[in-house]
């Protein structure tokens, strides 16, 4: 129903609405980054670079804090909301993909078909599900949103969004976008479509790619 602007540039990894803004954690080599986007614009508002050691990927606020994975590193990094200070951080084994929250537990994905259930205060996986599609594992789980009791994920690679489950892990139904985003995809082969984003208050959702 309507496009914004968006930092061809941004390698989008992970992505959130709050209080009228997007929310984008950015990855690649020396790329990495997490910023504040004035949605009508596209417009970098704050932004901070990550080292280049880091390649960043999934993003989610939980209260006060921004918590942003990493892709191998097997860290993640906690962020003011406010100021963008670094205010703690966090191991975890495996790869970060996705990350996003329910009203108890952080959600993780790690590429796999596996989802991990964190204690948003310890940090502590505190259980496993796994994901199935008509019974058969579903594998390259990416960025994720929770929605309204659902969670929401891109498969890596595919132009469309896997709507689950939680709990028992079922894949409920599918967003196709097969084709509607064909002129941003040809900007680069890693230009998939990765990033989505909940506004709570007015029921809109947001998608995007990398480098779109």
Do not use: C
Not at 1 to 21: I, M, W
């Amino acid at each position: 129903v309507n496009e914004f602007p968006h930092d061809p540039k941004a390698f989008t990894q992970g992505l959130l609405h709050h209080d009228g803004f997007l929310y984008e954690g950015t990855g690649g080599w020396g790329s990495s980054s997490l910023r504040r986007v004035e949605l009508e614009t596209g417009r970098v508002v704050q932004e901070i670079k990550l080292p280049d050691t880091y390649f960043a990927e999934g993003l989610t606020l939980w209260r006060d804090r921004l918590i942003q994975l990493t892709w191998t590193s097997g860290i993640a990094f906690v962020y003011d909301l406010k100021t963008f200070e670094r205010v703690g951080s966090f191991p975890y084994a495996g790869e970060g993909w996705g990350l996003t929250h329910d009203a108890e537990h952080l959600i993780m994905s790690d590429g796999s078909s596996t989802l991990q259930r964190l204690d948003p205060d310890t940090y502590q996986v505190t259980e496993r599900v796994s994901v199935f599609d008509r019974r058969a594992p579903l594998p390259w789980i990416n960025e994720l949103e929770y929605v309204n009791g659902q969670l929401w994920a891109n498969i890596f690679g595919q132009d469309r969004i896997a709507r689950i489950d939680p709990l028992s892990g079922d894949v409920l139904s599918w967003l196709d976008f097969a084709g509607r985003f064909a002129p941003h995809r040809k900007l680069s082969p890693s230009a998939v479509m990765n990033g989505i984003a909940f506004d709570a208050n007015s029921g809109r959702i947001f998608v995007t790619g990398k480098l779109w």
